[in-house]
Nanobody, 124 residues
Framework: QVQLVESGGGLVQAGGSLRLSCAAS????????MGWFRQAPGKEREFVAA????????YYADSVKGRFAISSDNAKKTVYLQMNSLKPEDTAVYYC?????????????????WGQGTQVTVSS
């Protein structure tokens, strides 16, 4: 079994920064891709960013490109999401996800494991 635990969410002013962490534990040896998704009230869960454990490949949603940065620490089995220039529309519950596939994916159904989510609220 795999466990993913997010942390680092909170309340921040527009234009501010926040760093989310996702710690993976359990049978992580078969996980090759990690992703971040978010879900705002009344909206579907959407893709934010993805990375492989080596950090050699990353992909971002257009809405966060240039503002967010995903990174990975293989030794610590932790993935980070650095969020800069935050906007009120970034307000959502952010979820960490893991996949056993080799290619980066933006699709919800391609991810096999999910964290519990962490709330990010950006005030205007």
């Amino acid at each position: 079994q795999v466990q993913l635990v997010e942390s680092g969410g909170g309340l921040v002013q527009a234009g501010g920064s926040l760093r989310l962490s996702c710690a993976a534990s359990g049978r992580t040896f078969g996980l090759y891709v990690m992703g971040w998704f978010r879900q705002a009230p009344g909206k579907e869960r959407e893709f934010v960013a993805a990375i492989n454990w080596s950090g050699s490949s990353t992909y971002y949603a257009d809405s966060v490109k240039g503002r967010f940065a995903i990174s990975s620490d293989n030794a610590k089995k932790t993935v980070y999401l650095q969020m800069n220039s935050l906007k009120p529309e970034d307000t959502a519950v952010y979820y960490c996800a893991a996949a056993t596939q080799f290619s980066l994916s933006v699709s919800l159904n391609e991810y096999d494991y999910w964290g519990q989510g962490t709330q990010v609220t950006v005030s205007s």
